[in-house]
T-cell receptor, first 110, second 112 residues
Framework: SQQGEEDPQALSIQEGENATMNCSYK?????LQWYRQNSGRGLVHLIL?????REKHSGRLRVTLDTSKKSSSLLITASRAADTASYFC??????????FGAGTTVTVRA | NAGVTQTPKFQVLKTGQSMTLQCAQD?????MYWYRQDPGMGLRLIYY???????DKGEVPNGYNVSRLNKREFSLRLESAAPSQTSVYFC???????????FGSGTRLTVV
């Protein structure tokens, strides 16, 4: 069963705008990871945030983690056409069973 | 380029046929994984290998077998393919527990 659930399922924004997507999960985790998947391709690891961290940045990406609410958010700032992809959160309970949500499909309009 | 290589990229099987999906990584990662991706369901773990010489079941292992041939290679076998196994299969590897995964580009399998 899926541990994480992303919200919204789909998001359409104008180039230059920010995109925010959320992930909720059910059980305790060691870390939470975000991945990007371009159409027809494999997943690419974007960022990992550990359970004792609250916020992490990587380039135009900002991830937050609230373990008390069992939720995370991924913010992409100043979006570009190349950011058009599906984004997945994955929860790591520290047992080799990384569990993925169904993903958020982001479309960036020129 | 370093990474995870999967073969084949596409395959069509008839119900009841068998096949093996191959996966190799050249990053000296200890752990390897097989996932399947179906529309609207995200990725589901089929089998994983925490280290060379070990394999364990994931969420959806029925109908599959795996072999961790050596540290580099982890294969997935369908002994008697069924239409329900139509999916995109991804192999991944990670350096250690609690680290990010590197994924292959996938195998699109259709069982008719």
């Amino acid at each position: 069963s899926q541990q994480g659930e992303e919200d919204p399922q789909a998001l359409s924004i104008q180039e230059g705008e920010n995109a925010t997507m959320n992930c909720s999960y059910k059980t305790s985790i060691n870390n939470l990871q975000w991945y990007r998947q371009n159409s027809g391709r494999g997943l690419v690891h974007l960022i990992l945030i550990r359970s004792n961290e609250r916020e992490k940045h990587s380039g135009r990406l900002r991830v937050t983690l609230d373990t008390s609410k069992k939720s995370s958010s991924l913010l992409i700032t100043a979006s570009r056409a190349a950011d058009t992809a599906s984004y997945f959160c994955a929860t790591d309970p520290n047992d080799y069973k990384l569990s993925f949500g169904a993903g958020t499909t982001v479309t960036v309009r020129a | 380029n370093a990474g995870v290589t999967q073969t084949p990229k596409f395959q069509v099987l008839k119900t009841g046929q068998s096949m093996t999906l191959q996966c190799a990584q050249d990053m000296n990662h200890n752990s390897m994984y097989w996932y399947r991706q179906d529309p609207g369901m995200g990725l589901r773990l089929i089998y994983y290998s925490a280290s060379e010489g070990t394999t364990d079941k994931g969420e959806v292992p029925n109908g599959y077998n795996v072999s961790r041939l050596n540290k580099r290679e982890f294969s997935l076998r369908l002994e008697s393919a069924a239409p329900s196994q139509t999916s995109v299969y991804f192999c991944a590897s990670s350096e250690a527990l609690g680290t990010g995964y590197t994924f292959g580009s996938g195998t699109r399998l259709t069982v008719v």
